[in-house]
């Protein structure tokens, strides 16, 4: 089976749920569940990229109880985040390769401005090998 050659900007997800670094922990959760995503990705006041958020990374961080992750922000939680950034011109094989070597579950896809424009994580890769 061939694997056919697409950009990661054909496979990523867009447009991108997003939560600045100064919202609780709780905003986060609750934008994640009624948004059925697994990942937001954090911005700061002017709207940068900072990193990615995932579901699994907050209930590792916070009992998971309306006192404790309002109490909390996204940001203290910054530095557990490994952000990795593609272009939407990389290869999907980059994404999975990086994606594998640093057990990551979602990277940020950004412009060549450093705008970003997506998100691309495993289900979007399964969704991509299955249409090959």
Do not use: C, Y
Not at 39 to 65: E, Q, T
Not at 75 to 103: C, D
């Amino acid at each position: 089976m061939a694997i056919p050659e697409v950009t990661l900007g054909e496979v990523m997800s867009a447009p991108v749920l997003t939560i600045e670094v100064g919202e609780s922990l709780w905003d986060a959760w609750q934008m994640l569940l009624v948004s059925g995503l697994r990942h937001i990705a954090v911005i700061d006041a002017d709207g940068a990229f900072v990193g990615i958020l995932s579901d699994r990374m907050i209930l590792a961080n916070a009992p998971l109880n309306t006192d404790s992750l309002s109490a909390r922000t996204v940001g203290e939680l910054l530095s557990t985040i490994l952000s990795v950034r593609l272009t939407p011109e990389a290869s999907p094989i980059e994404a999975a390769r990086l994606m594998s070597e640093r057990s990551l579950e979602a990277i940020a896809v950004l412009d060549s401005r450093h705008k970003l424009v997506g998100v691309v994580t495993e289900t979007d890769l399964v969704r991509w090998l299955l249409a090959a």
